[in-house]
């Protein structure tokens, strides 16, 4: 079954960005699902487009996974978002401690100022 010749091109637009190692959208990996999500299809239409399946299985014979190195890197990325997601959490709680004692010290710097002007008005 063909496809739309704007898929067509969509298609071949993401294929060489994949196979020359400057993708967009996904992790680089040379598979028919980040093919799909490079171009922004379902998975489906791509494979829908058999003449552009050919070239691709021709090309990448085989899938070809991540090497250990990426995977020790992804695994850092991770990480370090979830320490970032953390640190983020931690800040807004801060936030909110200091909001609350700039409240206290407001409030207590105003009753410090009727504290004194009652005081000078005693004298």
């Known amino acids: 079954m063909a496809v739309s010749a704007a898929t067509e091109a969509k ?5 060489h960005r994949l196979l020359e190692g400057s993708p967009r959208h ?6 028919k699902e980040n093919l799909a999500r490079e171009a922004g299809l379902s998975h489906a239409t791509v494979h829908r487009a058999t ?9 990448v014979p085989r899938p070809i996974r991540r090497t250990p190195a990426e995977r020790a890197r992804d695994d850092t990325i991770r990480g370090l978002r979830t320490q970032l997601t953390q640190a983020r959490a931690q800040v807004c709680e801060l936030q909110g401690r200091l909001d609350a004692l700039a409240t206290v010290t407001a409030n207590l710097y105003a009753a410090n100022l009727t504290l004194q002007q009652r005081l000078e008005n005693r004298h």
């Open 26 to 31: 996904t992790d680089g990996a040379l598979t």
């Open 51 to 59: 003449e552009i399946l050919d070239e691709w299985n021709t090309r």
């Open 11 to 15: 298609l071949r637009a993401a294929m």
